[in-house]
């Protein structure tokens, strides 16, 4: 199944991947929903996000997740940029 996804919602994933969020895009009706990754925000309130984790753990299968990269990967996508 192939999804398109419009600049503007790329645009905004990076923004939230940026700011400690794990992003998750619904595959058909292309709504974006995020919380905070556990890992990068040790200690956030997930009683805050319940209703937004709680749709998409229900609904998991309808969605793509996107998480940022580990600082290793963005080592190597630096320094890829240098070799060119």
Not at 30 to 40: G, T, V
Not at 64 to 83: N, T
Request: with cysteine; glycine share 4%; aromatic share 16%.
């Amino acid at each position: 199944m192939s999804v398109e996804i419009t600049p503007e919602i790329i645009k905004e994933i990076a923004e939230m991947l940026d700011a400690g969020m794990v992003c998750f895009y619904h595959k058909t009706n292309h709504e974006l929903e995020y919380y905070p990754d556990q890992f990068r925000n040790p200690g956030f309130n997930d009683e805050m996000w319940a209703e937004i984790i709680d749709k998409v753990e229900e609904n998991y299968g309808d969605y793509m997740r996107f998480e940022s990269m580990h600082s290793s990967e963005a080592f190597r996508v630096m320094e890829y940029f240098i070799v060119i």
